[in-house]
T-cell receptor, first 111, second 115 residues
């Protein structure tokens, strides 16, 4: 299972775009990249998933370069409620969803 | 999407006792996972529970300490045995809902404090 590396923490201001980059140098051919958000006292919540290039949904965009050794979660115009821990995970969609969590990135949005 | 209910949501237990945590899913799932999240830390996978077979434990976790049951496709339990203060954590259940969906869903967790 590929290991991921993320910045431990980030600060941002309301209304700014936040980009969190994750490194996964040992990603396997079948692995997908998934990002989760966790608020205090809650379980992680799915944000977005991708395999390559760019994926966009109503809350975020995910940019994956051709070599897939990294990925960037982009949160447009963050608000105070986006303060949370963000986890980047890689896993084999065809097998188990045995996700191994890294440290995550603690995002703090300031007013 | 899968809705996961965990019980209890929190508990305070005496050292040396055991606590069983229940995880109920509103749909049938093949795989269920149990995680531990110590205060201020990331999630650590304890074991994978498949219906009809013994759970598969990750390194550092053993069946005697964390026995798991998986009696059917919608339910699992995790027991934290002979508890010590070091077992104080949040325990989370997770499920993979099937090949049509790529998300892994998580319960809200059980906050355990051992005194």
């Amino acid at each position: 299972l590929a290991k991921t590396t993320q910045p431990i923490s980030m600060d941002s201001y309301e209304g700014q775009e936040v980009n969190i980059t994750c490194s996964h140098n040992n990603i396997a051919t079948n692995d997908y990249i998934t990002w989760y958000q966790q608020f205090p006292s809650q379980g992680p919540r799915f944000i977005i998933q991708g395999y390559k290039t760019k994926v966009t949904n109503e809350v975020a965009s995910l940019f994956i370069p051709a070599d897939r050794k990294s990925s960037t979660l982009s949160l447009p115009r963050v608000s105070l409620s986006d303060t949370a821990v963000y986890y980047c995970l890689v896993g084999d969609q065809s097998g188990t969803y045995k996700y191994i969590f890294g440290t995550g990135t603690r995002l703090k949005v300031l007013a | 999407s899968a809705v996961i209910s965990q019980k209890p949501s929190r508990d305070i237990c005496q050292r040396g006792t055991s606590l069983t945590i229940q995880c109920q899913v509103d749909s049938q799932v093949t795989m269920m996972f149990w995680y531990r999240q110590q205060p201020g830390q990331s999630l650590t996978l304890i074991a994978t529970a498949n219906q009809g077979s013994e759970a598969t434990y990750e390194s550092g976790f053993v069946i005697d300490k964390f026995p798991i049951s998986r009696p059917n496709l919608t339910f699992s339990t995790l027991t934290v045995s002979n508890m010590s203060p070091e077992d104080s954590s949040i325990y989370l259940c997770s499920v993979e809902p099937g090949l049509e969906n790529t998300e892994a869903f998580f319960g809200q967790g059980t906050r355990l404090t051992v005194v």
